[in-house]
């Protein structure tokens, strides 16, 4: 075992037969019996850890194990486990077996991981140095007069011994990555919620994270991918998809931006420590990544928040073990007050009865506003420090203890030196933030590893979304959508999307000196017909101004746009929304302007790239005065706006280009107030999807921060899919901010009525009456009507196949929506290159209309028309498809199966009138399945009498 520490090797060694999934099993076992000195397991599980080892060694000669399979592991003693002692090192549940599995546990054993046992641990995970076990003290491998860290101190020194190549833990105030920290080994903590507390018995809910203890962080990642991702059972687990954490491993540090924060490295922090984290973070700098220095100025919060926080959790989550159902029951009680005095006396070990006792006081009257409520206050000031810094940092590093391991018995005596241990860990916990503690080296001879740096990325908040009662949310939207016109707005280069960087970019658009903008009327033509359809107010005159702000892909150090005077003013969309009402939603302006560059950050090492071939691209801005109230509201009406730039021609609508995108305007305010709350703007959003969830995203963070008593500042907003959450991006300029005054360029845009009324000569008929049109004319149904309209080249289709088959609207649209749309799904189509004209559909159904073929043959003929066979008379006449309509060859054929089954034909006669399908199928079978089915039924009664 001594040669395979890690999962990797061990792994390999297994899937090169060197070892087997039993043997490394049983050199873990007999590990852990040379290894008794540590006092790292509770709990051995010999016979089903060799079971489990059996299986997945099967597995393993299959070919198709998972990446753990096989590997031995421990699970820290809190995680419930089915059928085997969970005791959370406590008296209180020392005979505890659990007749289910903890998520955790399962998602482990699907992988075919082994469990070799359960470890030892602070009792309740309330501890700083695993001192606390009802089961006695574990030692730290390093140096067994010291303590290896708690409260996951066992599943530390079980990997750190060589027993085992990871351990499963969890941390509530830095119970992982402090003893990674003590015992040189990566702990990871990840974001709350990511992994589920299902079946993990409670210290402090709000805080309790999953997490693991391994060699490297990318074992820490192959362990957390396996146990990562929602749970039904935990209300607190986050719902999106695991994440690729081993393949993130290989980016490179270069743009990295690591906050390092002086509040840890302050007073109290050992000389070692500081100077060898350090030192690692100048190996950081080296390998490309810049340091970045940050306060997080409400740090010395963190311990006195968290030791409120925690014991009050504690105390309610723990007041369940009272000696009645289950664990310790003191003896002979003489009343149910002395059960409960005494069971819990006898149960809790001192440090658990200190910390109830301390959330119980937290909790009682008269002391929440003093103690709980303060720290919950505390909480979010240490919350809004670290997004702050995550506003210009991308994680924050620093050492993960201010010492190293500490003596056995040290601390013991002062519970206010102890908890100072975690001075550096907790505020990761108060914000919900991921936190992994790595190795940075050795502080001095024959200490444990202390130099650790803890990296907090800007995490995913879980977000419940939940309804918050007298809020109104206001929205209002900023559509870009890209016009559709083949040169840019002010020069006459190419707009095709995809081509190599920079070779779309003319002088005016690279603003080379002494180049002058001129105006794409094709695009002032664009945003007129847009204002049309809205019935908005075109203006006779409008004027292109410049806004000022300097960024690297803005050429000109302004961008050209319309301010004061845009081309469309007003107008209205009518929105249908899912629950079956329709809105009107009020627009203020659709005013053209010039798109700027793009940064491509990561095609270049240590650089920033970049391609003005999208610099000048005309866009359409379409905004909306704040008039939307919800995420829903806003999707519904960006999804109709979609249809109709789409509609008219005017925009390709392709969001993943960013032909069309959208910054969400969001404030909120109490309900009733006519006066609108501070906005902030999520800027480029380009899925329907991602807006929606920006949007609750942001709605959701307002309200949180003003019920805590926060103010909420006017800023640009980005919205990260992965994490589900907005991050600031710059601080909102006003209109002086941007310095706006009309382009000395360009004169203003002079449209004419004559103008006006030529465009409006050229409109296509609206979607919406078309969509009536459908409805009161031809008596469609509107939910086909609705989807007929969707899509103008469907709806075109539609019409041209209906001018062909008059009176047949119903026909022409079953077809249309079924037939067509499905063979186009099939082949990733759409209806512009549909494989069969509309004409030709027409043709094919006028052939059923006439009886010609039956619908069901007249599916085959169609397949046969897409695939290219011809048109239908042709494939009906080559395949012999004509349906018998002439009345004496279908009377022969009936005469001949009437004397064929004479007995049949007594007994219909005589009452039996089932039998009329029976020789309606001979007689088909007879005809090759042609027989006209009005005419064959008609005749057959006849015949039969």
């Known amino acids: 075992m001594a040669t395979f520490t890690s999962i990797a090797q061990c792994a390999q060694a297994l899937r090169a037969r060197q070892v087997s999934a039993v043997e490394l099993a049983q050199e873990s076992l007999r590990m852990t019996q040379s290894r008794a000195d540590l006092n790292a397991l509770i709990t051995l599980d010999e016979a089903n850890a060799l079971a489990a080892a059996e299986r997945a060694d099967a597995t393993l000669a299959a070919g198709s194990a998972h990446a753990l399979a096989g590997i031995p592991f421990v699970h820290k003693d809190i995680f419930c486990t089915n059928g085997v002692r969970t005791t959370c090192a406590s008296r209180m549940l020392a005979n505890f077996v659990p007749p289910y599995d903890a998520t955790v546990v399962a998602k482990l054993a699907a992988t075919q991981a082994v469990s070799i046992g359960k470890t030892n641990m602070d009792e309740f995970a309330m501890g700083s140095s695993n001192e606390n076990s009802h089961y006695g003290a574990v030692k730290n491998p390093w140096d067994t007069t010291r303590v290896p860290g708690g409260s996951s101190g066992g599943s530390a020194a079980a990997v750190a011994a060589g027993i085992v190549p990871f351990a499963t833990g969890t941390d509530t105030g830095g119970s992982i990555r402090q003893p990674a920290a003590f015992c040189g080994l990566t702990g990871l903590k990840p974001t709350y919620g990511r992994v589920s507390r299902w079946g993990m018995i409670a210290y402090a809910s709000s805080l309790d994270c999953a997490g693991v ?18 749970d039904a059972r935990d209300a607190t687990s986050v719902d999106r998809p695991v994440d690729d954490y081993i393949g993130a491993l290989a980016r490179p540090l270069q743009g990295l931006r690591i906050g390092v924060a002086r509040e840890y490295f302050g007073a109290g922090i050992d000389a070692g420590v500081g100077a060898m984290v350090q030192a690692a973070l100048a190996q950081y700098e080296k390998l490309g990544a810049t340091l970045v220095d940050i306060a997080l100025p409400n740090a010395a919060l963190a311990i006195p928040a968290y030791y409120v926080i925690a014991p009050a959790e504690a105390s309610s989550n723990l007041a369940r073990y009272d000696g009645v159902r289950y664990g310790h029951r003191c003896d002979n009680p003489a009343s149910l007050e002395d059960l409960y005095t005494r069971t819990r006396a006898e149960g809790f070990g001192a440090e658990v009865r200190r910390r109830i006792l301390v959330g119980t006081y937290a909790l009682s009257a008269g002391y929440y506003d003093a103690y709980y409520l303060r720290a919950q206050r505390a909480r979010r000031l240490i919350a809004n420090d670290f997004q702050a810094a995550f506003k210009s940092v991308d ?140 019935g908005a107010r075109i203006a006779p005159q409008s004027i292109f101004a410049r806004k000022n702000y300097f960024y690297p892909d803005l050429p000109k150090g302004y961008q050209i746009s319309q301010y004061e005077l845009p081309i469309v003013s007003g107008g209205t969309v009518s929105v249908r929304l899912d629950d079956g009402r329709t809105i009107q939603v009020e627009l203020e302006r659709a005013h053209l302007e010039e798109d700027a560059g793009k940064s491509l950050h990561d095609a270049f090492h240590a650089a920033t790239g970049i391609d003005l071939n999208r610099a000048g691209t005309p866009l359409l801005e379409i905004v909306t005065k704040p008039v939307l ?173 209906l001018a062909a088959l008059p009176g047949e609207a119903k026909l022409a649209a079953n ?123 008609g005749l057959l009664k006849e015949k039969l009498g």
Request: proline residues 5%; negative net charge.
């Open 629 to 801: 109230y919800s995420a829903q509201e806003a999707v519904a009406y960006m999804r109709t706006v979609h249809t109709l730039v789409r509609w008219l021609g005017i925009c390709d609508g392709n969001m993943q280009e960013g032909s069309f995108r959208c910054d969400a305007n969001v404030s909120v305010r109490p309900q009733g107030s006519d006066k609108l709350g501070t906005r902030t703007e999520i800027k480029n959003v380009n899925s329907f999807r991602f807006v929606e969830k920006a949007i609750e995203y942001e709605i959701e963070r307002q309200i949180r921060a003003l019920e805590n008593g926060e103010t909420i500042v006017q800023e640009t907003r980005l919205y990260d899919a992965a994490r589900h959450q907005t991050r600031s991006m710059r601080s909102k300029e006003s209109a002086d901010d941007y310095r706006y005054f009309p382009d000395p360029d360009l004169p203003p845009l002079a449209v004419t009525a004559a103008d006006i009324d030529n465009i409006r000569a050229s409109m296509p008929e609206l979607p919406e009456t078309r969509r009536a049109r459908y409805v009161d004319a031809l008596g469609l149904p509107e939910a086909d009507a609705t989807q007929l309209c969707a899509d103008k080249a469907t709806a075109d289709y539609f019409d041209v196949t």
């Open 395 to 534: 994680l924050i590093a620093g050492p993960t203890t201010p010492t190293v391991a500490f003596k056995l018995g040290e601390k013991s005596a002062d519970p206010l030196a102890m908890y100072a241990a975690d001075i550096n860990t907790v505020a990761v916990n108060l914000a919900g933030l991921p936190a992994i503690s790595i190795p940075a080296g050795v502080a001095r001879r024959r200490a444990q590893i202390p130099a650790r740096d803890r990296l907090a990325s800007a995490h995913a908040r879980r977000c419940d979304m939940s309804t918050h009662a007298g809020w109104e949310a206001v929205i209002g939207l900023e559509i870009h959508a890209q016009l559709s016109t083949s040169s840019k707005l002010f020069s006459g280069a190419a707009t095709a999307y995809g081509a190599e960087p920079n070779t779309q970019a003319a002088a005016v658009d690279v603003a080379l000196p002494g180049t002058l903008p001129v105006p794409n009327h094709a695009a002032l033509d664009k945003a007129i017909r847009f204002g049309l359809a809205t």
């Open 213 to 230: 203890l391994a060699r490297s962080a990318v074992s820490c990642a192959q362990v957390f991918a396996a146990v990562a991702g929602h």
């Open 815 to 937: 077809w249309t929506l079924g037939e067509v749309a499905a063979a186009l799904n099939a082949d990733a189509l759409h209806f512009d290159a549909v494989r069969v004209s509309a004409p030709a559909l027409a043709q094919l159904l006028a052939r059923v209309r006439e009886g010609t073929i039956s619908g069901k043959t007249a599916k085959d003929v169609f397949a046969a028309m897409w695939a290219g066979e011809g048109d239908a008379d042709a494939i009906i006449e080559k395949r012999g498809l004509k349906q018998i309509s002439d009345t004496g060859a279908l009377a022969a054929a009936i005469d001949a199966v009437l004397a064929e089954f004479p007995s049949q034909v007594a007994d219909y006669r005589g009452g039996n009138d089932k039998l009329l399908q029976f020789f309606v199928g001979q007689v088909m079978k007879r005809t090759r399945g042609q027989a006209n089915p009005q005419q064959l039924n």
